[in-house]
Antibody, heavy 120, light 111 residues
Framework: EVQLEQSGAEVKKPGESLKISCKGSGYTFTNYWIGWVRQMPGKGLEWMGIIYPGDFDTRYSPSFQGQVTISADKSITTAYLQWSSLKASDTAMYYC?????????????WGQGTLVTVSS | QSALTQPASVSGSPGQSITISCTGT?????????VSWYQQHPGKAPKLMLY???KRPSGVSNRFSGSKSGNTASLTISGLQAEDEADYYC???????????FGGGTKLTVL
C-alpha cells in the first residue's frame, strides 16, 4: 500500500528555520516525483515544487523559488521541505503528493499534511 | 501564474446533478488535456477524483465525470449523495519548468 507519512505539526517564531518531512513507503521511492503543496488557512491549494529522488532533480514554482528548499534522502525514502527564515505568512498546511510513474499529469497519493504555525 | 477560476460554492439536493466549472487560459487548461480534480473534506488531505480531464482512478464512483471545452474544464457529479459534500479543486498542468496551477476551490453543499 502506497503511503506518504508526514511529520507532525510545528509551531515556530518568525526568523526561525524549519524542515518538515514526507516519508514514502509501499513503492519504489526513487522512481516517482514528489511535490509539495501549500494550503493557507481557509484558502486553496498552491503548487510549490517537486523533486525526483532518483537523481534529486528539483523544480520550483516561480512563486516559491528562493523561498523554500526541497530535498530528499533516498536512503530513508524521505522528502523534505525547509525554510531558513520563517515568516508569519508561511503559516499554512503543507502537503506532499506523489506523481504517478512516467507522468506529471496529476497527483495520485497525498500525505496527511503538516500544519506549520509561525507566530511571535 | 494566476489560479484557475472556480465558483466559490454550488449546491444541490440528494439525487440531483451538479457541475463545477474551472476556467483557465490557453497556457494551461486550453493547452493540455492534463486537468485533474481533487475532493477535500474538512481537515483531510485532498483525494484524486479525476485525471486527464475524464479518467477516474480505481475506486472513484462513476457518478463523477469530467469534460473540457476550450479553456474551461468541468466536473459533474450525478446522483448527489451526502458524502459528496466537500471542497473540490481543479488543477491543470501549465507547462514551462514544469508548473501546475490550481483552482480556488468550490464548496459543494448537499441540501
Amino acid at each position: 500500500e502506497v503511503q506518504l507519512e508526514q511529520s507532525g505539526a510545528e509551531v515556530k517564531k518568525p526568523g526561525e528555520s524549519l524542515k518538515i518531512s514526507c516519508k514514502g513507503s509501499g513503492y519504489t521511492f526513487t522512481n516517482y516525483w514528489i511535490g509539495w503543496v501549500r494550503q493557507m488557512p481557509g484558502k486553496g491549494l498552491e503548487w510549490m515544487g517537486i523533486i525526483y529522488p532518483g537523481d534529486f532533480d528539483t523544480r520550483y514554482s516561480p512563486s516559491f523559488q528562493g523561498q523554500v528548499t526541497i530535498s530528499a534522502d533516498k536512503s530513508i525514502t524521505t522528502a523534505y521541505l525547509q525554510w531558513s527564515s520563517l515568516k508569519a505568512s508561511d503559516t499554512a498546511m503543507y502537503y506532499c503528493a506523489r506523481h504517478p510513474s512516467g507522468t506529471w499529469s496529476y497527483f495520485d497519493y497525498w500525505g496527511q499534511g503538516t500544519l506549520v504555525t509561525v507566530s511571535s | 501564474q494566476s489560479a484557475l477560476t472556480q465558483p466559490a460554492s454550488v449546491s444541490g439536493s440528494p439525487g440531483q446533478s451538479i457541475t463545477i466549472s474551472c476556467t483557465g487560459t490557453s497556457s494551461d487548461v486550453g493547452n493540455y488535456n492534463l486537468v485533474s480534480w481533487y475532493q477535500q473534506h474538512p481537515g483531510k488531505a485532498p483525494k484524486l477524483m479525476l485525471y486527464e480531464v475524464t479518467k477516474r482512478p480505481s475506486g472513484v464512483s462513476n457518478r463523477f465525470s469530467g469534460s473540457k471545452s476550450g479553456n474551461t474544464a468541468s466536473l459533474t457529479i450525478s446522483g448527489l449523495q451526502a458524502e459528496d459534500e466537500a471542497d473540490y479543486y481543479c488543477c491543470s498542468y501549465a507547462g514551462r519548468s514544469p508548473n501546475w496551477v490550481f483552482g480556488g476551490g468550490t464548496k459543494l453543499t448537499v441540501l
